[in-house]
């Protein structure tokens, strides 16, 4: 048998955390930079597939492909270090230091991958500026705008929804996260990232990292969206909610589940 308990899981999530902490910083760059851009990747495929058939589910389905790719190659992914770095603090493996020096370096790196694939991207769909029509075009102006200036036209009530979409989007991801480490087996580990990643991009829930795509490559194709509306409206509360539940859901309740199982044996 592959699998791996919940206490064995925690542990190795702690020690990913000190792995992570002890990264250079072009390191986490090269690496947090990659991710971004299967991300992106994953998340055009995602479009195609549903534009293609018509049906949403269908690239909910397809989306898990980039976050496989970026666990199995023990990338970079902020989202998920917003769980695996807390886990090793509680622990007291690692210092708070560690923890703010990799999630700003690889949000950067994320946002920096995510944007190179969107320039490349773009030129491929427009044809390098020559077409301005076209269903994937379309895909990517609606979904930018709805990501942002849909929040916008509520106010605070739309701030208050896209942080909550944020919160449900990375107790997901964080949990793909830790699903990894159950199976020690490649088609284990894929099969049980496969599931929280499907719930959550089927659903819509806002995740910092696909928005570092999808929100820039939008406007560049025309969306009628500024970069204030892009981080006001977007970036940074979707960062902030992913943050709190990866935190909270993920890596505090874990870690306290899997204590107090470890004390009473």
């Known amino acids: 048998m592959d699998y791996v308990k919940p ?7 702690a020690t990913a955390g000190v792995n992570k902490s002890q990264l250079s ?24 597939g549903a534009t293609q058939t018509g049906l949403d589910i269908v690239g909910a389905l397809i989306f898990p492909t980039g976050f496989v790719m970026t666990l199995l ?16 603090r509680f622990r007291k493996k690692i210092p708070i230091s560690s923890i703010a020096h990799n999630f700003t370096w690889a949000f950067i790196g994320n946002l920096a991958g995510s944007l190179i694939y969107a320039a490349l991207y773009v030129i ?17 102006i609606a979904v930018a705008e709805s990501k942002t200036l849909d929040y916008k036209a509520i106010g605070m009530d739309g701030m208050v929804v896209v942080f909550v979409k944020a919160m449900l989007c990375n107790f997901m991801v964080t949990l793909g996260v830790v699903m990894n480490a159950t199976s ?3 088609f284990g580990k894929i099969a049980a990232m496969w599931i929280p990643i499907f719930i959550f991009f089927a659903q819509g829930f806002e995740h910092a990292v696909v928005n570092m795509f999808v929100i820039p490559a939008g406007m560049m194709v025309g969306a009628d969206v500024n970069l204030a509306d892009w981080w006001v409206w977007n970036q940074i509360p979707v960062t902030i909610g992913n943050f709190v539940s990866g935190f909270l859901f993920v890596a505090l309740a874990l870690h306290v589940v899997t204590r107090e199982k470890k004390e009473k044996v």
Do not use: C, R, W
């Open 184 to 186: 020690t087996s490649t």
């Open 7 to 13: 206490n064995q899981v925690i542990e190795s999530i």
């Open 124 to 140: 491929t769909i427009t044809y390098f500026g020559n077409i301005d029509e076209s269903i994937m075009i379309q895909k990517l």
């Open 25 to 48: 910083i072009s390191h986490i760059l090269i690496k947090a930079m990659l991710a971004g851009a299967l991300l992106g990747y994953a998340t055009t495929l995602a479009f195609t």
């Open 73 to 88: 190659l023990n990338l970079e992914l902020v989202t998920g270090s917003f769980a695996v770095l807390p886990v090793a």
